[in-house]
């Protein structure tokens, strides 16, 4: 096979260059850390699972209207997506206290919020992605109104949609990150699109019967076997056989292979064309 060209490697995930012009290859590690870094270890099959599970999910939600980057799933750990310039600010949709908002307010960890709250945070790893306001998202042009604005409206209609999907297997959506990205079309419209990934890793997830935590606080918290969190969170959602693909820290790759990919169908068919502005035409 070909020596791919890395884009870039993240703690999680790593980019390569896609196939067409103005995609992406994302792929998927087992890596997790916490704590900006302090805590770090490699979890099998992690980066399986949230691929299968980010996947579906972008696909349910551009079935909605929300767009996203995501076209279509390659294999266990790749997807195919569209080249985006990330806008570099973390938008976390909460709807019970819990993290860093508890440490940071001494709200009692499982209160819910009295109606969904959106924090900012400034995605830059070296500052500890610290946490920021809508004035410095204008002042220092990180975004204009009408872009924050866009992506407000899509975190509400994101977590609305969540709220039920997860609600109606059993789960709480607690809190969940998202990113965004920019790329136009081929009218020369600007497009902000859903980016990254939504998965454990970025989504608190409890047990609506027993409170038992399923997301990466498993790791953050030694909580107990991650796998089994994010195994059963597939299982609900019907995207892995009950039972599991991932068992003793080997997965069944024969089985995974056999899942079936998945494609977003509307996100193929829209007309997006590069993360550069087009040239004006000439009368």
Not at 159 to 184: A, M, Q, T
Request: hydrophobic share 35%; glycine share 10%.
């Amino acid at each position: 096979m070909a020596r791919r060209k890395t884009i870039y490697e993240g703690k999680a995930k790593i980019l390569y260059e896609g196939p067409e012009p103005g995609t992406v290859i994302q792929y998927f590690k087992d890596d997790a850390t916490a704590f900006n870094g302090e805590k770090k270890a490699v979890i099998a099959g992690k980066g399986v699972l949230n691929n299968r599970i980010s996947s579906h999910l972008m696909t349910k939600l551009e079935a909605i209207g929300i767009p996203t980057h995501f076209i279509r799933s390659i294999n266990m750990r790749e997807q195919l997506v569209r080249r985006v310039e990330i806008i570099p600010i973390e938008l976390v949709v909460r709807n019970i206290a819990a993290g860093s908002l508890c440490k940071r307010l001494g709200v009692p960890e499982g209160e819910y919020l009295r109606k969904p709250l959106i924090e900012y945070y400034y995605k830059k790893d070296e500052l500890g992605d610290p946490l920021i306001s809508e004035d410095h998202i204008v002042t220092f042009g990180w975004a204009d109104p009408y872009e924050l604005d866009e992506m407000v409206a899509m975190a509400w209609r994101v977590n609305d949609y969540l709220n039920g999907l997860f609600s109606g297997i059993g789960l709480k959506l607690v809190d969940f990150k998202l990113e965004f990205g920019r790329i136009w079309g081929e009218h020369g419209e600007l497009y902000i699109v859903l980016a990254d990934e939504i998965s454990p890793d970025n989504c608190r997830l409890w047990d609506e019967k027993t409170g038992e935590k399923l997301d990466k606080d498993r790791f953050r918290q030694d909580l107990g076997d991650v796998i089994e969190g994010y195994q059963y969170i597939a299982e609900r959602l019907g995207l892995i056989p009950e039972g599991g693909i991932i068992k003793g820290g080997s997965i069944n790759e024969q089985l995974a292979e056999k899942l079936g990919q998945i494609e977003n169908e509307l996100a193929q068919r829209r007309a997006l064309q590069s993360i550069n502005p087009p040239k004006p035409r000439k009368a």
